[in-house]
């Protein structure tokens, strides 16, 4: 199992994924971690970036989201979904209705964390994948 984790610093939980600087990597195995890598998202070129108040006709609004293939490709949620599609869960701390259909696309499963810390988030999903084990 995979586990991504969206952060601007390596260290904490970011909570926009589209524009995180990147990902930490855990690949695990019967709930102990093997390697932790980092991985640059270089997959939407937003990394930083924040919306503007562009004021816009509301034709050409709702011109550019009537067909969902064209919504996800001018939104760029679709390449990401895809850089992480090695990995089974991703974590943040909270994610737009869009990338989470782009991750559904992929089979990877996102989890909102209330941790701060990228270990503890970790933790907590391999602490929560062992109870659920054990009930089954």
Aim: aromatic share 6%; glycine share 8%; hydrophobic share 30%.
């Amino acid at each position: 199992m995979k586990i991504a984790v969206s952060t601007d610093d390596y260290i904490t939980v970011c909570g926009h994924v589209g524009r995180c600087k990147g990902f930490m990597i855990y690949e695990m195995e019967n709930g102990k971690i093997l390697r932790v890598k980092k991985r640059e998202n270089s997959f939407t070129g937003r990394i930083g970036k924040r919306r503007r108040n562009k004021v816009h006709s509301t034709n050409t609004h709702t011109s550019h989201h009537d067909n969902s293939k064209v919504r996800f490709k001018n939104h760029g949620y679709a390449p990401l979904a895809a850089g992480l599609n090695d990995c089974d869960i991703l974590i943040s701390l909270g994610t737009g209705w869009d990338m989470l259909e782009d991750l559904k696309q992929e089979g990877i499963k996102h989890i909102v964390s209330v941790e701060k810390y990228i270990e503890d988030a970790v933790e907590a999903v391999i602490k929560n994948q062992r109870t659920l084990e054990r009930k089954q």
